[in-house]
């Protein structure tokens, strides 16, 4: 069964440090996402993309992070400055449409430990 | 921003016995998904409701969405110690590109 891939599975950073996050959806999907889960809480969004731009952003997803889709596979994350508080997990997934029968497929996520 | 509020927060069960989470939104949902996570997994999607007052089954597994569609329910019958984890319901909202929004979770312990 086709699957999201992530990596690396866990990042340790310094803060202040920039950190890629990689993520390879599913090769026929076209809608992309990223969330993130901070150790017993919830899963938020922070950004979905499409059609090689960014279709919407929460309030999370500010000017320290982007994402880029460089080729025609790999879709990443990229936290220029990392703080203490960015410590958590990190989830891509991605569709095949986006329409209201959508189902998102989950990657097995990177833990990003900033210290 | 939408919200999706998710009851209780703790179950913990004996094995055979049921287990319920609700799921309640303050607005109109589009429809509602349901994931199990299992400890240190990911988010695993389990099913989708998008019609009013829909019932849909999944062998144990019982997912109601409400007449209004502002809430909806995970009843699991006879658990089973596989069925540890955390049960989040998410909200696709329906004016925007995909994005979900999850509930706080439903953390399932289940003692043999």
């Known amino acids: 069964e086709p699957e999201v891939t992530q990596t690396p599975s866990h990042q340790v950073t310094q803060m202040g440090q920039e950190v890629i996050l990689r993520c390879v959806p599913i090769?026929?999907?076209?809608?992309f996402y990223w969330y993130r889960q901070i150790l017993g809480q919830k899963v938020e969004f922070l950004v979905s993309f499409y059609n090689n731009e960014i279709s919407e952003k929460s309030e999370i997803f500010d000017d320290q992070f982007s994402v880029e889709r460089p080729d025609g596979s790999n879709f990443t994350l990229k936290i220029r400055s990392t703080k203490l508080e960015d410590s958590a997990m990190y989830f891509c997934?991605?569709?095949?449409?986006?329409?209201?029968?959508?189902?998102?497929?989950f990657g097995a996520g990177t833990r990003l430990s900033v210290l | 921003g939408q919200q999706v509020m998710q009851i209780p927060q703790y179950q913990h069960v004996q094995e055979g016995e049921d287990f319920t989470t609700y799921c309640n939104s303050s607005t109109t949902l589009s429809n509602i998904q349901w994931y199990k996570q299992r400890p240190g997994g990911h988010p695993v999607f389990l099913i989708q409701?998008?019609?009013?007052?829909e019932v849909k089954k999944q062998k144990r597994l019982t997912f109601q969405f409400g007449e209004a569609k502002k809430n909806s329910s995970l009843h699991i019958t006879a658990t089973q110690t596989t069925d540890v984890g955390t049960y989040f319901c998410a909200a696709h909202g329906g004016t925007s590109y995909g994005k979900l929004t999850f509930g706080q979770g439903t953390i399932l312990t289940v003692h043999p």
């Open positions: 090769s026929n999907h076209l809608y």
């Open positions: 997934a991605s569709s095949a449409a986006v329409l209201a029968k959508n189902i998102q497929y």
């Open positions: 409701l998008v019609k009013s007052g």
